[in-house]
């Protein structure tokens, strides 16, 4: 989402990139800061395929209880019929393989046997489909068939974003001795950014999972965002229970209540994702890529950092790591803006071709791809939004990238910060004294019908105001003061926020915006939290009333632009209400089955004293 950045965060649908969880068709779909759907994962256009190539469609590979997936095999031409052995790259979809048939034309006529496989219960497989739950078994078990096929040389790779990212990591867990590279693109991490955000749910998930109902592709319907905004807004008015959002767009589904049943991150997620022993022996060489608009940048930043944090220096040292500008779809197929925010001509990278390159050099003894420079390669994004001056930078280490950030606190006079036009202030020095206070009250409406409606923005999400401009007693905003001169930020922003309610719990949201000389709003970063979970995402705590706690904003999301002289930064402090988002109505109690007779209003006090500051780190150079 602007990473979850703006990605996952909350409410205003207009508010910010129009980020995505699993594709493409997110700014259709969702102009929320929330995940944004893309089921069909070529929905950009891609180069027209090749032609120079041999095909063998309906392949049904064995899987060890007797499952078969189907797969489609796009073999390398040659002139003379024959069929020489070269690595395999797959990739493993709940998409159709048909979806992605450009991507297996183009490897395929560059020299390597490319094959779409159908995850377990999608498209020609066999078996029953259920998220994330079988890839890391039926992934070693395709990798190792593939490796016994008379066109194969040994050597397997794989390829592919967003769901088939997570399968990647989800596979190389598992040590299938042929696999030899991997390449994941904004790999979604389960649970954390997908099938909610740190244990807040999605309205998106009956969207996603309507898309992968069944055997066939339910593009059509995924991609009618006026439907799927229309029955939120209808489930949001009506204060429905979440856990009824699937009969009331009209698709009762096993998937999502299955998920209902794990809010938490629990050991049903656990074995989805590499532990901290399997991390410490992943030793084979990886390419990690995301976007800082990239819906899923949370996922394929904490598969890097805890792969880093507990890997060989061998290890790490084979493990190298794309940031770009894009957005999720942009992961895979650049593009030099998104949602109204430019990113110039230097975000357009043939992704193909470094693949291609990759491949090459972990699997033919090839020359190291030009463009990995360095082992993290990120793009900063010029001041303004021309996009024009956007440039690559490179770094070995990005420990130190991200390194000594600044802290500026929160602060306001008289307790004054109810919105864009009597803000408070974010100031380098800590105040001694204040609190400033805004209601949430779930029962309130006016956000979801005003702000969001069914109309989507895709075109200038990013930049547009109207949510930062609606908050009044329902929120705090805060600005620095105006930048003396052009100003690099670069490095993963945290908000730390001494607050206390007068309810068990209640959802909070922190965004953070650059505000241009000429009033342009530009989203940075954006986080959600559910309160009850500030100590941990695996066990609730509810809150005492008149209690001081501590809530931080820090999902680690990476924002590099060069802020233009002049500017200042806002600082949006508010608590989730959207139709895009489970809504907490601040019982404490099962959030997922809560309505209107559960709803509570919570006065939310954020303190900036000497004994309880509030603050947020900047990466500022």
Known sequence: MLQRSFYVCTLSALAFVTMSIFGSLVAQTNPSKGPSPEPKAETTPSPPPATDYDLRWGVKIPLRDKVELNATLYLPKTPDGSQPKTPVVFTLTPYISDSYHPRAAYFASHGYVFALVDVRGRGNSGGEFELFAQEPHDGHDVVEWLAQQPFCDGKVAMWGGSYAGFDQWATAKEFPPHLATIVPAAAVHPPYDYPSLDNVGYSYDMQWFT????????????????????????????HIAFSMLDSIVGNPSKSFQRILKHPTADSYYDGMVPTKEQLQKISLPILTITGQYDGDELGAMTYYRDHLANASPEARARHFLIIGPWDHAGTRTPTDESAGVKFGPGAIVDLNDLHRQWYDWTMKNGAKPQFLKNQVAYYLLAPGNSGANGEWEYTDSYANLIANPKAFYLDSKNGDANGVFRSGTLTETKPSEGADQFVNDP??????????????????????????????????????????????FVGCPKVSLSVSIDTPDTDLEADLYEIQPDGTSIGLWSDVHRLRYRESLREAKLVKAGEIVKCDFDPGLFVARRLM???????????????????????GGVVADETAKDARTAHVKVYHDAQHSSSIEMPLR
């Open 211 to 238: 898309f992968t109902s069944g055997k066939a592709s339910q593009q059509n319907l995924f991609g009618d965002s006026k439907f799927w905004r229309t029955k939120f807004l209808e489930a949001y008015k009506k």
């Open 443 to 488: 029962l309130d409406t006016t956000r979801g019908e005003n702000v969001e409606g069914v109309e989507p923005n895709d075109k200038t999400a990013g930049i547009d105001q109207r949510f930062a401009l609606c908050i009044g007693k329902d929120g705090l905003v805060y600005h620095t003061e105006p930048f003396a001169k052009e100003t690099p």
């Open 565 to 587: 002289k002049g500017s200042r930064l806002r600082l949006v402090i508010t608590s989730p209400n959207s139709i895009f988002w489970q809504k907490n109505y601040n019982s």
